[in-house]
């Protein structure tokens, strides 16, 4: 075995935090944030051309995609620490595993996956709260999507590893690549040709198609070490470990499903009951929700960004710069975030316009859905940054407990229960409740860690 590599062998270890954050987290920031032009992208052009049902249809389809993201995150961020902690603590051969066998993973519940949407299509539909009236434009939207599945889990499960083997650009080159290509091919399939909904899912498969080769391009120029196909496989201890370096992840977004599934259902039905009817919610959380995935974007792009760094310090004791880059990393999460809270509560109208026109009913929710919900957003990269800090320094139970916090403790049971006393206005409640409670859970857990921390560093000083 080869000795734990030192932090002057590695500018993980070494170079200035301030600058290494940046360079690790923008191209991780600007790849999530164009992957997620994906959903925004059709979400526009299916709002500005087919109308209000065309919004709810892609809201109800959202779950998932949803899922299908929880999937490559497992396998993309457990891969991706296991693989630095073991370059950190100089174990190649264990690094080689982690990679042969996460990459086998990805393609492997690709495929599964896919096959269990063909085969349950109209069902999932109904479970995620499609109305009568928006499950046509959904079945149409998503019988295309479904084959951009596979392309979607094997990219976004392998720019985990293309960012730790310090290639952060071509991440973030697949994504603007597919984006671009998104953002063209919706125009021309929309306006010129005029392929309604049918269109916007053509367009989205050729652009998952267009990331995932750049991705597969990369590979021969793996740079910690040649990838053969020999290391290629489903490794029992491997998987078992990538499993649960990634559960924290996968739980987070799982979670996040199925709040989406709950909120979906819960809208229509308190909609029904009042003057908005049960297609104006759904069509609206539709928006709302598009918008929350550039906030979403940027706090995991930033926390998948810091990755690299948390673990190969924490593999190679530097528990100063662990702490630091938390910290550097927060800092930079807030200010975004505090800029978002500006937009959301002073520029509403205009933000939801920019999904498609509505009456005044639609705009009269919109707004306030925007400004209540999402009114705890200036707090809102803590929670995801501190989700994934625990997991990248290998303290997976804190990790998988707070990613499930916001969603699962919190979230869940306060839109079954507010709904009941205050309809409508009890889901739009729910949101800065839960934004709240789980900062001040995060910012605990938090606390504590550091105190280990600390003793460890002066323990090492002292040893």
Not at 93 to 107: H, I, N, S, W, Y
Request: glycine content about 10%.
């Amino acid at each position: 075995m080869k000795p734990a590599e030192t932090p002057g062998g590695n500018p993980l270890g070494t170079a200035p935090l301030g600058p290494l954050i940046l360079k690790f987290a923008v191209p991780s920031i600007i790849a999530m944030l164009v992957g997620s032009v994906y959903n925004i992208t059709d979400q526009i052009f299916i709002g500005q051309v087919v109308g209000m049902l065309g919004n709810a249809a892609t809201n109800v389809v959202f779950p998932l995609v949803s899922l299908s993201i929880a999937l490559s995150q497992m396998v993309g961020v457990g891969m991706a620490a296991g693989f630095n902690l073991s370059l950190g603590a100089g174990k190649e051969d264990e690094a080689k595993g982690f990679v042969g066998t996460g990459l086998t993973l990805a393609a492997l519940l690709g495929l599964v996956f896919t096959v269990v949407v063909l085969l349950f299509e109209t069902p999932l539909l109904l479970l995620c709260g499609a109305t009568e009236n928006a499950l046509p434009y959904a079945r149409e939207y998503l019988s295309i999507t479904v084959w951009g599945m596979p392309f979607v889990i094997f990219a976004n499960g392998v720019y985990p590893i293309i960012r730790a083997d310090r290639s952060p650009k071509v991440a973030m080159t697949s994504s603007l690549l597919g984006a671009g290509l998104n953002i063209f091919l919706d125009w021309l399939f929309l306006y010129p040709l005029g392929m309604g909904i049918r269109g916007a899912a053509i367009a989205t498969v050729i652009s998952q198609v267009a990331s995932f080769l750049v991705c597969l391009a990369y590979f021969p120029r793996f740079q910690a070490f040649p990838l053969r196909w020999s290391i290629l496989g489903l490794n029992g201890q491997y998987v078992a470990r990538i499993v649960k370096l990634g559960t924290a992840s996968f739980s987070n977004h799982m979670v996040m499903t199925l709040v989406n599934v709950v909120m979906n259902n819960t809208l229509t039905h308190y909609g029904a009951l009042s003057v908005y009817g049960s297609d104006i919610p759904l069509a609206v959380a539709g928006v709302v929700t598009k918008v929350n995935m550039i906030m979403v974007s940027f706090a995991v792009g930033l926390a998948h960004g810091c990755q690299p760094i948390l673990s190969f310090n924490m593999g190679a004791k530097q528990y100063s710069r662990v702490k630091g880059t938390f910290l550097r990393s927060a800092a930079a999460g807030l200010v975004f975030s505090l800029c978002a809270f500006v937009l959301f509560q002073c520029f509403p109208r205009q933000i939801v316009s920019i999904f498609g026109a509505g009456d005044p009913l639609y705009f009269d929710f919109a707004e306030s859905y925007l400004r209540i919900f999402m009114f705890m957003v200036c707090l809102f990269g803590i929670q995801p940054l501190s989700v994934n800090y625990f997991t990248a320094v290998g303290e997976v139970k804190q990790g998988i407990f707070l990613s499930v916090s916001r969603q699962g403790f919190l979230l869940l049971p306060l839109l079954l229960i507010l709904p009941l006393f205050l309809g409508l206005n009890g889901v739009l409640c729910a949101g800065p409740i839960a934004d709240f409670l789980a900062v001040v859970l995060s910012v605990t857990m938090l606390r504590r860690n550091f105190r280990k921390l600390d003793r460890l560093e002066r323990e090492k000083a002292t040893s």
